[in-house]
Structure formats: structure tokens, C-alpha cells
Nanobody, 125 residues
Framework: QVELVESGGGSVQAGGSLRLSCDASGYTSSTYYMAWFRQAPGKEREGVAAIHSRSGITYYPVSVKGRFTISQDNAKNTLYLQMNSLKPEDTAMYFC??????????????????WGQGTQVTVSS
């Protein structure tokens, strides 16, 4: 069992920055991948970043590459998402997720077994 709690969301103007945090507890050594997803109203949940827990290899979609950075502090069992140059289209609920087995596609929601409750990010123009 892995429990995830996100924090750090808020409201910013376009061009601003936010850093999201995800505190993990429980059997955290079982995780293969950690990821951030987002879901805007009326849209499907989409992956915006992932990190392989042991190697630290990171993954991003084109829409956020160069603006978002995922990182992890294993000593604190905390996952981060640094978001820079935010755009109004980044407005969404952001979720932290953990996969506890090998996965084929880092951006597939079904690959992740554990989810946080989400934190809202609102970017105004």
C-alpha cells in the first residue's frame, strides 16, 4: 500500500511558476515509476511527467517539455513537479501517481495503481 498526498497548487498568472510536491508513505520501496497527471474539466486525465524510481530517467510529453521538471527526493519520499512558464492551458487538477510494477507506457493511467487526491493549478492570462 502506498499513500500519496499532493500539495503546492494555487493560482498564478501566465508566465509564472509553481512547484508541486507529493509526499509518499507506506511501501514506497515497491514503486517502479512515479508520475504527475493532470485533468482539466471535460478532458481526459493526461500524463505530464514521470520518473523511473531507481534510474531517475524522466519522461515528458511535448506539451510541457522544457517547462516542467519532475524530480524526487528519496530520503524524504517526496516527488516534485517544478512548473515554469505556465500557460492558461496548464490549468487543471494535478495528481501524483505510483506504479508498483513494470509498465509499457509511462503515460497510461492504467499503469498506475496508487493516486493522490489532487491539487488544483489555475493559470490566468
Amino acid at each position: 500500500q502506498v499513500e500519496l498526498v499532493e500539495s503546492g497548487g494555487g493560482s498564478v498568472q501566465a508566465g509564472g511558476s509553481l512547484r508541486l510536491s507529493c509526499d509518499a508513505s507506506g511501501y514506497t520501496s515497491s514503486t517502479y515509476y512515479m508520475a504527475w497527471f493532470r485533468q482539466a474539466p471535460g478532458k481526459e486525465r493526461e500524463g505530464v511527467a514521470a520518473i523511473h524510481s531507481r534510474s531517475g530517467i524522466t519522461y515528458y510529453p511535448v506539451s510541457v517539455k522544457g517547462r516542467f521538471t519532475i524530480s524526487q527526493d528519496n530520503a524524504k519520499n517526496t516527488l516534485y513537479l517544478q512548473m515554469n512558464s505556465l500557460k492558461p492551458e496548464d490549468t487543471a487538477m494535478y495528481f501524483c501517481a505510483a506504479a508498483v510494477s513494470r509498465i509499457i507506457s509511462w503515460s497510461s493511467r492504467t499503469a498506475y495503481k496508487y493516486w493522490g487526491q489532487g491539487t488544483q493549478v489555475t493559470v490566468s492570462s
